[in-house]
């Protein structure tokens, strides 16, 4: 079983688009908005070193940004 987290916001429209596409790929997710949640957005900086969202990680291999190809790829190892 895929394990994927999306760090949001509430205004990223890339953020929705992600989500989107997660939706109608009927692959299930968890979102973390790091707006209301700022331990989880130092969290994403220490980690990743990026300050955008969205970030997702699936299977503990980060994807900054709306990049719906590595995010297949992503779930298929």
């Known amino acids: 079983m895929n394990k994927v987290t999306v760090y949001t916001t509430t205004q990223c429209p890339y953020c929705v ?25 130092q969290k994403l900086v ?5 300050m ?11 994807i900054v940004g709306f990049d719906p190809n590595n995010i297949k790829k992503a779930l298929k190892n």
Request: hydrophobic share 30%; no cysteine; net charge negative.
């Open 17 to 41: 688009m992600l989500k989107n596409f997660l939706s109608e790929q009927d692959i299930p997710f968890q979102e973390v908005n790091v707006e209301t949640n700022p331990d989880m957005m």
């Open 46 to 50: 220490n980690t990743t070193g990026q």
């Open 52 to 62: 955008g969202v969205p970030q997702t990680e699936v299977n503990g291999q980060w």
